[in-house]
């Protein structure tokens, strides 16, 4: 009964990060003229590190020709670098490189700004209530990864 009551928990938190995460979007967030995609690619490849092409466009939910595009403009304005796989010559490593890490960070800078501002009305013994659950939950969920649960 406790699985059943986990798996709709769970959802249901799906489903409200969905809605926090369309707010964050809404907050004004244009930084260099770089569209919100070309940044969500820069700081996940900021803090992930190198990527497969074919991953990013799992990750974006686009498929990877069309991402193409984005990444020869990142690529043209030196935030990223890419690399044929040399045992595979069909994958495509990308990796941000020092300019883009810096956009990175900005965008970064913004986002929890825009993330302070959303939480801000809430009161201390939620904050911290907030914050215990989400490090028990980093917990879990790293040890699962790294486990490959």
Known sequence: MAHKEFVK???????????????????PSVLAGYPRQQLSILVRLHIGGPALLKEIARREMVTAPNLCATFRKLERDGL????????DRRNTW????AAGEKIAAQAMDIMRGAIDKMFAGISRDDENALTGAMKTINKILTKMELTDA
């Open 9 to 27: 928990l769970f959802e249901s938190n799906i489903l409200l990060f969905d809605k926090l995460a369309d707010r964050l979007k809404r907050a």
């Open 80 to 87: 990223v670098s890419r690399r044929i796989d040399e045992k």
């Open 94 to 97: 990308y990796a941000v490189t």
